[in-house]
């Protein structure tokens, strides 16, 4: 069981930053591919960025390559935090959405949108 909780969205301008972070609980975290998506109104959720368990894979959407980049710290032992990050640099406007963490068996499950766990979002608006 994995429980993934969302933080950093927010209003920013075009052509700005924001960092969305998603903390992971549960032990069996390292074994799982983490990604990102995004639905925004009106629009079906769509894949953004996923990474593979050891994170040395890594899948981006075309809209957003070189400018989003995901990472992940797989914690160490018991008391650290299991994070998975996504930069957002350049936003534009159609970047606008609800951003949600995910869970699936591995990076390349999760850009086929084969997903095992959903966090409940965190909404990122970019004003133009």
């Known amino acids: 069981q994995v429980q993934l909780v969302e933080s950093g969205g927010g209003l920013m301008q075009a052509g700005g930053s924001l960092r969305l972070s998603c903390a992971a609980s549960g032990r069996t975290f390292q074994n799982y591919g983490m990604g990102w998506f995004r639905q925004a109104p009106g629009e079906e959720r769509e894949f953004v960025a996923a990474l593979s368990p050891s994170g040395i894979s890594r899948y981006y959407a075309d809209s957003v390559k070189g400018r989003f980049t995901i990472s992940r710290d797989n914690a160490k032992n018991d008391n650290a935090k299991n994070t998975v990050s996504l930069q957002m640099n350049s936003l534009k406007a159609e970047d606008t959405a609800v951003y949600y963490c995910?869970?699936?068996?591995?990076?390349?499950?999760?850009?086929?949108?084969?997903?095992?766990?959903w966090g409940k979002g965190t909404l990122v608006t970019v004003s133009s």
């Open positions: 995910a869970a699936g068996p591995s990076g390349y499950d999760l850009k086929m949108s084969r997903v095992d766990y």
